[in-house]
């Protein structure tokens, strides 16, 4: 449990730099979040090998919760527009599953 409780510390530190750095320099937290997770998850020891890609997943998995609360927000202020949610919503999962395919191809293909 100490183990789990050291990584739950360091990534909520690393959300407190993210949002101190995101709102100095007035740009979106995914541009600092990753390059900071990467510097956290190097001290608490993750193999290089795995490391982006687990700070690239940590990112996406909090894009979630956040977009999730943003589109109750402004839905209860009546500012959200259901009828484009509905139109896009395919769409965009279809664009993430084939985005994830062709990632994932490329990272089988051998390097040139």
């Known amino acids: ?6 990584l739950a510390a360091s990534v909520m530190f690393a ?4 949002g101190i750095l995101a709102g100095l320099f007035g740009i979106g937290g995914g541009a ?4 900071v997770l990467f510097e956290v998850f190097r ?3 993750v ?7 687990l700070c690239i997943g940590t990112s996406l998995a909090i894009i979630v919760p956040t977009a999730v609360r943003s589109y109750r927000a ?9 009828e484009v949610m509905r139109r896009w919503a395919l769409p965009s ?8 395919a062709l990632a994932a191809s490329r990272s089988r293909s051998p390097a040139r």
């Open 1 to 6: 449990m100490g183990e789990l409780a050291w």
């Open 15 to 18: 959300g407190v730099v993210t």
């Open 32 to 35: 600092i979040i990753v390059p």
């Open 43 to 45: 001290l608490l020891g």
């Open 47 to 53: 193999p290089e090998a795995v490391r982006m890609q």
């Open 74 to 82: 402004h839905k209860a202020r009546g500012f959200a527009l259901a």
């Open 93 to 100: 999962m279809v664009g993430v599953a084939v985005g994830s």
